[in-house]
C-alpha cells in the first residue's frame, strides 16, 4: 500500500506542555484516515502538524520526522508553501473569505500565479462541481460567499482546497458546526473525493468515523493508543482504553 | 405594592436617560445656534466670492443728455432703477454687517458700463451688477454715501448727468480661497499619512514579533501621541517643517506643504491606533485559511487582511478629516492666518477652520460669519461621512 505520509516518533510541545508523544503511523494514499479521541489528545495538534501549520503558533516545538512523500517535511531546504499547495486544509468553522464565491475559489490558484481568466473560470467551476455545491450557485458565483448557508460555506471551503489540486485534503472536524442535513451532504462528499484525494479526518463524533473512514487512529492525552481499520478498531480493539472510549465510557 | 427593586431599576433608566438627554440638548442647542446665525448669511456668493475686494475707480465727464432708459422686467420692489444711466440698486449689508449699496442690475447699453480708469489714462473700467457702491462725486461736487441709501442714490443719479468721481468694490469676503485651502490639506495629508500610518499599523500587528518590548514601547508611545495638544505639533512645524520645505522649494514662509507635514504628523497616530484596532477585528481564520492555501504572508497580508480592513481603514480617514477639516491652533504656527484667493501650495494660505479664527479674532468678532463658515465645515464633513458610509456599503460583502 502505497504511503503519503510515514510520521516517526513525533513529539510536540507547547512551550512546557507535551501535545503528541512518540506518534508513529503511516497514512495511506487514497483513503480515510480518521483521528478521534477525547478533547485535548492532540488530535488537531497532529492534523495540523501534517501541513506545518503550528509554525504559527509561538513557542511550539517540534521533534521527529514526518515525510511526506519520501521528503522530511521539517528539513531546511523543504519548501512549505509547496506543502500547503500539495495538502489543503478545511477547518472546524466555515471560514470563506469576505469576498465573492468565485474570487473564494479562485484564491489559491491566483496566489500561485494563475492569472488567465478561461484557466481560471474552469478551475473555479471544476472545484465546485466537485465540491457539489456548483448546482446550488451557478448563477450568483459573484455574490458575497458570505450569504451562503453554514454547510454551503464549508463545500465552499472544500471547493477552495480543491482547486489547488492538492494530494490530499487535511479536515479538522469539518462537520462540528453543521446540521445533521449539511452534515449528511459533507459526509457523502467526503466518500466522493476519497476516489481522488487522501483524506485525513479529525472527528469528535465516533459515528462518524465508523462511517466514513477506512483506517481510524485513536489518541489520548498526545499518545496514539491505536491504529488499524477503522472496522476492528470498532468491532474488535485491541487495548481496553480504545474500548472504552468508543462504548461511551469516557470522552 | 412593587417592590424595591423594580423601583430602583425603573429609576436607574430614569436617571440613564435623562443624562443622554442633557447631551442630546446641549449638541441640538449647538447646531440650533450655528444654524440661526448662520444660515442668513449663507449664500453662494459666500463660497465662491473672493475674499479680497477689488476697487474700481473710475469718471465719466461727458454730459449725459437722455434719460429713456427702461427698468428691466426682472426689477423687484427693493430695487431702485435710475432711468438717466441705466442702473438699478438695493440696500443690503456686507457680510460684516455694514450697510451697502449693491449694484444689482447695469443696462448693457449704460455709460457706466464702460467707463475711463481714473488711475489708469488708458484703461476703461466696467461697472457691473453684484459690485457695490462706495462713493460717488457728481461733477457739482455732490456726494453720495452708502450710508446715504439705494433710494437717495437713485435720486441724485436720476438728477445729475455726470461724474467727477465714482468707486466701487466687488463684494469680497467670499470664503472660496480658504475652502479650497482646507481640501488641499485634506488631500495633501491624507496621501502623506495614509500609506505611513496603514503599514505602520500593518507591521505592528502582523509582522512585529509579539510580547516585544520596544515593539510594546513603540505603541505605547504612538497611542500617547493621540493625546497630545496639537499647538504643541503646531510648534514642531514651525520649527522643523517650515525651514525643510524652505530649503527644498524656496518658499519663505508657512506654506501648505509644511501644514500637510504637520497635520500628517498628527492624523499619524490616530490612523495607526485604529487600523490597528481594525486588524485585531480580522479573524485569524482568514489568515490561517489564506496560508493553508498556499498563500505566503505577503499574499495574505495584502490580498485578505488589507483588504478586509478597508472598512475600518476608511473609518480611520473619516476620523482624521475631521481631524484635518477642524484643525486650527497647529495651523497658526505650520500655516499662518493670511487669507488667500490664489492658492499656492508654497506660499500662506488658511484653511476654513483658521478662517473662523480670523474672522472671530477681529476687533469685532463676526458670529454670523463664523456660523456661516461652521455650517460649510458641518456639510462637508456630513458628505464625506455620508460617501464613506456609501463606498464601505460597496465594497464590503
Same mark, same amino acid.
Request: a neutral charge.
Given at each position: 500500500?502505497?504511503?503519503?505520509?510515514?510520521?516517526?516518533?513525533?513529539?510536540?510541545?507547547?512551550?512546557?506542555?507535551?501535545?503528541?508523544?512518540?506518534?508513529?503511523?503511516?497514512?495511506?494514499?487514497?483513503?480515510?484516515?480518521?483521528?478521534?479521541?477525547?478533547?485535548?489528545?492532540?488530535?488537531?495538534?497532529?492534523?495540523?502538524?501534517?501541513?506545518?501549520?503550528?509554525?504559527?503558533?509561538?513557542?511550539?516545538?517540534?521533534?521527529?520526522?514526518?515525510?511526506?512523500?519520501?521528503?522530511?517535511?521539517?528539513?531546511?531546504?523543504?519548501?512549505?508553501?509547496?506543502?500547503?499547495?500539495?495538502?489543503?486544509?478545511?477547518?472546524?468553522?466555515?471560514?470563506?473569505?469576505?469576498?465573492?464565491?468565485?474570487?473564494?475559489?479562485?484564491?489559491?490558484?491566483?496566489?500561485?500565479?494563475?492569472?488567465?481568466?478561461?484557466?481560471?473560470?474552469?478551475?473555479?467551476?471544476?472545484?465546485?462541481?466537485?465540491?457539489?455545491?456548483?448546482?446550488?450557485?451557478?448563477?450568483?458565483?459573484?455574490?458575497?460567499?458570505?450569504?451562503?448557508?453554514?454547510?454551503?460555506?464549508?463545500?465552499?471551503?472544500?471547493?477552495?482546497?480543491?482547486?489547488?489540486?492538492?494530494?490530499?485534503?487535511?479536515?479538522?472536524?469539518?462537520?462540528?458546526?453543521?446540521?445533521?442535513?449539511?452534515?449528511?451532504?459533507?459526509?457523502?462528499?467526503?466518500?466522493?473525493?476519497?476516489?481522488?484525494?487522501?483524506?485525513?479526518?479529525?472527528?469528535?463524533?465516533?459515528?462518524?468515523?465508523?462511517?466514513?473512514?477506512?483506517?481510524?487512529?485513536?489518541?489520548?492525552?498526545?499518545?496514539?493508543?491505536?491504529?488499524?481499520?477503522?472496522?476492528?478498531?470498532?468491532?474488535?480493539?485491541?487495548?481496553?482504553?480504545?474500548?472504552?472510549?468508543?462504548?461511551?465510557?469516557?470522552? | 405594592?412593587?417592590?424595591?427593586?423594580?423601583?430602583?431599576?425603573?429609576?436607574?433608566?430614569?436617571?440613564?436617560? %435623562? +443624562?443622554?438627554?442633557?447631551?442630546?440638548?446641549?449638541?441640538?442647542?449647538?447646531?440650533?445656534? +450655528?444654524? =440661526?446665525?448662520?444660515?442668513?448669511? #449663507?449664500?453662494?456668493?459666500?463660497?465662491?466670492?473672493?475674499?479680497?475686494?477689488?476697487?474700481?475707480?473710475?469718471?465719466? @465727464?461727458?454730459?449725459?443728455?437722455?434719460?429713456?432708459?427702461?427698468?428691466? *422686467? *426682472?426689477?423687484?420692489? $427693493?430695487?431702485?432703477?435710475?432711468?438717466?444711466?441705466?442702473? =438699478?440698486?438695493?440696500?443690503?449689508?456686507?457680510?460684516?454687517?455694514?450697510?451697502?449699496?449693491?449694484?444689482?442690475?447695469?443696462?448693457?447699453?449704460?455709460?457706466?458700463?464702460?467707463?475711463?480708469?481714473?488711475?489708469?489714462?488708458?484703461?476703461?473700467?466696467?461697472? @457691473? *451688477?453684484?459690485?457695490?457702491?462706495?462713493?460717488?462725486?457728481?461733477?457739482?461736487?455732490? /456726494?453720495?454715501?452708502?450710508?446715504?441709501?439705494?433710494?437717495?442714490?437713485?435720486? %441724485?443719479?436720476?438728477?445729475?448727468?455726470? !461724474?467727477?468721481?465714482? /468707486?466701487?468694490?466687488?463684494?469680497?469676503?467670499?470664503?472660496?480661497?480658504?475652502?479650497?485651502?482646507?481640501?488641499?490639506?485634506?488631500?495633501?495629508?491624507? +496621501?502623506?499619512?495614509?500609506?505611513?500610518?496603514?503599514?505602520?499599523?500593518?507591521?505592528?500587528?502582523?509582522?512585529?514579533?509579539?510580547?516585544?518590548?520596544?515593539?510594546?514601547?513603540?505603541?505605547?508611545?504612538?497611542?500617547?501621541?493621540?493625546?497630545?495638544?496639537?499647538?504643541?505639533?503646531?510648534?514642531?512645524?514651525?520649527? +522643523?517643517?517650515?525651514?525643510?520645505?524652505?530649503?527644498?522649494?524656496?518658499?519663505?514662509?508657512?506654506?501648505? !506643504?509644511?501644514?500637510? %507635514?504637520?497635520?500628517?504628523?498628527?492624523?499619524?497616530?490616530?490612523?495607526?491606533?485604529?487600523?490597528?484596532?481594525?486588524?485585531?477585528?480580522?479573524?485569524?481564520?482568514?489568515?490561517?485559511? *489564506?496560508?493553508?492555501?498556499?498563500?505566503?504572508?505577503?499574499?495574505?497580508?495584502?490580498?485578505?487582511?488589507?483588504?478586509?480592513?478597508?472598512?475600518?481603514?476608511?473609518?480611520?480617514?473619516?476620523? =482624521?478629516?475631521?481631524?484635518?477639516?477642524?484643525?486650527?491652533?497647529?495651523?497658526?504656527?505650520? !500655516?499662518?492666518?493670511?487669507?488667500?484667493?490664489?492658492?499656492?501650495?508654497? $506660499?500662506?494660505?488658511?484653511?476654513?477652520?483658521?478662517?473662523?479664527?480670523?474672522?472671530?479674532?477681529?476687533?469685532?468678532?463676526?458670529?454670523?460669519?463664523?456660523?456661516?463658515?461652521?455650517?460649510?465645515?458641518?456639510?462637508?464633513?456630513?458628505? #464625506?461621512?455620508?460617501?464613506?458610509?456609501?463606498?464601505?456599503?460597496?465594497?464590503?460583502?
Amino acid at each position: 500500500m502505497e504511503k503519503v505520509f510515514t510520521i516517526k516518533k513525533l513529539n510536540l510541545k507547547y512551550g512546557e506542555k507535551t501535545a503528541l508523544l512518540d506518534i508513529n503511523m503511516d497514512i495511506p494514499k487514497n483513503e480515510i484516515t480518521a483521528l478521534i479521541g477525547p478533547s485535548g489528545c492532540g488530535k488537531s495538534t497532529l492534523l495540523r502538524t501534517l501541513n506545518r501549520m503550528n509554525d504559527l503558533i509561538e513557542n511550539c516545538h517540534v521533534k521527529g520526522d514526518i515525510k511526506y512523500e519520501g521528503n522530511d517535511i521539517f528539513s531546511k531546504d523543504f519548501d512549505v508553501i509547496d506543502l500547503r499547495t500539495n495538502v489543503g486544509m478545511v477547518f472546524q468553522k466555515p471560514n470563506p473569505f469576505p469576498m465573492s464565491i468565485f474570487d473564494n475559489v479562485a484564491y489559491g490558484p491566483r496566489c500561485q500565479g494563475v492569472k488567465d481568466k478561461k484557466i481560471l473560470q474552469e478551475t473555479v467551476i471544476q472545484a465546485l462541481k466537485n465540491a457539489a455545491l456548483y448546482d446550488e450557485v451557478r448563477d450568483r458565483l459573484k455574490e458575497s460567499a458570505k450569504e451562503l448557508s453554514g454547510g454551503q460555506q464549508q463545500r465552499l471551503c472544500i471547493a477552495r482546497a480543491i482547486a489547488m489540486r492538492p494530494d490530499v485534503i487535511l479536515m479538522d472536524e469539518p462537520t462540528s458546526a453543521l446540521d445533521p442535513i449539511a452534515t449528511a451532504k459533507i459526509e457523502d462528499l467526503i466518500l466522493e473525493l476519497k476516489q481522488k484525494y487522501t483524506i485525513v479526518i479529525v472527528t469528535h463524533n465516533m459515528q462518524q468515523a465508523a462511517r466514513i473512514s477506512d483506517n481510524t487512529a485513536f489518541l489520548l492525552m498526545g499518545e496514539l493508543i491505536e491504529y488499524d481499520k477503522t472496522d476492528k478498531i470498532f468491532s474488535n480493539p485491541a487495548k481496553a482504553k480504545t474500548e472504552e472510549y468508543i462504548t461511551g465510557r469516557f470522552g | 405594592m412593587k417592590s424595591k427593586r423594580y423601583v430602583k431599576d425603573k429609576l436607574t433608566q430614569l436617571l440613564i436617560s %435623562l +443624562v443622554s438627554l442633557v447631551g442630546l440638548i446641549i449638541l441640538v442647542a449647538v447646531f440650533f445656534y +450655528v444654524f =440661526s446665525n448662520g444660515s442668513s448669511l #449663507l449664500s453662494w456668493n459666500l463660497i465662491t466670492g473672493d475674499y479680497n475686494s477689488n476697487v474700481f475707480n473710475g469718471y465719466y @465727464s461727458t454730459e449725459i443728455t437722455t434719460n429713456d432708459f427702461a427698468a428691466p *422686467s *426682472s426689477l423687484s420692489d $427693493e430695487e431702485y432703477f435710475s432711468t438717466r444711466w441705466g442702473i =438699478s440698486f438695493m440696500d443690503d449689508e456686507d457680510t460684516e454687517g455694514h450697510h451697502i449699496i449693491m449694484i444689482t442690475y447695469v443696462d448693457i447699453d449704460s455709460p457706466l458700463a464702460n467707463i475711463p480708469d481714473k488711475n489708469d489714462e488708458t484703461a476703461t473700467i466696467s461697472i @457691473s *451688477s453684484g459690485q457695490k457702491l462706495m462713493t460717488v462725486r457728481f461733477s457739482d461736487n455732490t /456726494m453720495l454715501l452708502p450710508s446715504n441709501g439705494a433710494e437717495k442714490a437713485n435720486q %441724485l443719479f436720476d438728477t445729475k448727468t455726470s !461724474i467727477a468721481d465714482i /468707486m466701487v468694490s466687488t463684494s469680497g469676503k467670499g470664503i472660496r480661497g480658504s475652502l479650497i485651502t482646507t481640501l488641499y490639506l485634506v488631500i495633501m495629508t491624507l +496621501v502623506i499619512a495614509l500609506p505611513i500610518g496603514v503599514f505602520t499599523a500593518i507591521y505592528l500587528h502582523e509582522f512585529a514579533p509579539k510580547k516585544n518590548k520596544f515593539v510594546n514601547v513603540l505603541r505605547r508611545l504612538i497611542e500617547m501621541l493621540t493625546g497630545v495638544p496639537s499647538i504643541i505639533f503646531g510648534l514642531l512645524g514651525a520649527a +522643523v517643517f517650515i525651514p525643510i520645505v524652505s530649503s527644498l522649494t524656496g518658499a519663505d514662509t508657512g506654506n501648505l !506643504i509644511s501644514g500637510s %507635514l504637520t497635520l500628517a504628523v498628527i492624523i499619524l497616530p490616530v490612523i495607526i491606533s485604529s487600523t490597528e484596532e481594525t486588524l485585531k477585528t480580522i479573524p485569524d481564520e482568514y489568515r490561517q485559511a *489564506s496560508l493553508a492555501l498556499g498563500a505566503n504572508r505577503n499574499q495574505t497580508t495584502f490580498k485578505i487582511i488589507l483588504k478586509s480592513a478597508i472598512p475600518g481603514i476608511l473609518s480611520a480617514v473619516l476620523l =482624521s478629516v475631521g481631524r484635518i477639516i477642524g484643525e486650527s491652533a497647529a495651523l497658526i504656527y505650520a !500655516i499662518g492666518t493670511s487669507i488667500k484667493d490664489e492658492i499656492i501650495i508654497t $506660499e500662506r494660505s488658511t484653511s476654513l477652520a483658521v478662517h473662523i479664527w480670523s474672522v472671530m479674532s477681529g476687533e469685532v468678532p463676526n458670529f454670523e460669519l463664523a456660523c456661516a463658515i461652521s455650517i460649510i465645515i458641518l456639510i462637508v464633513v456630513l458628505v #464625506l461621512n455620508l460617501s464613506v458610509k456609501f463606498i464601505v456599503r460597496k465594497i464590503a460583502y
